[in-house]
Nanobody, 118 residues
């Protein structure tokens, strides 16, 4: 059974930093972070390939967020720096049984709230 469990969300002032973690159990996956801002649809934030060699980001977080994985610890991370109020959202860890994240997501975490105050 595959499980994804996020942690690390919270309340932070604009300009601050947070690091999200997602512990993955059951199998190795290509991984991603999505987010759902209040009143909006869920959107892709960043992804990392099964090998960890390829990463992708949406333009709005490029240069501020870093996705990484520690396969020895079965953990996915999202380091978020220079946070802005518009980064406020529920952040979801996601995984796919492919080498890279494409259109299909096979597993979702339960989500963790990130709130950035101005």
């Amino acid at each position: 059974q595959v499980r994804l469990i996020e942690s690390g969300g919270g309340l932070v002032q604009a300009g601050g930093s947070l690091r999200l973690s997602c512990v993955v159990s059951g199998r190795k996956l290509a991984m991603a972070w999505f987010r759902q801002p209040p009143g909006k649809e869920r959107e892709f934030v960043a992804s990392i390939s099964w090998s960890g060699g390829t990463t992708n980001y949406i333009d709005s977080v490029q240069g501020r967020f870093t996705i990484s994985r520690d396969d020895a610890e079965n953990t996915l991370y999202l380091q978020m720096n220079s946070l802005k109020p518009e980064d406020t959202a529920v952040y979801y860890c996601a995984g796919a049984k492919t080498m890279m994240i494409g259109g299909r997501i096979d597993y979702w975490g339960q989500g963790t709230q990130v709130t950035v105050s101005s």
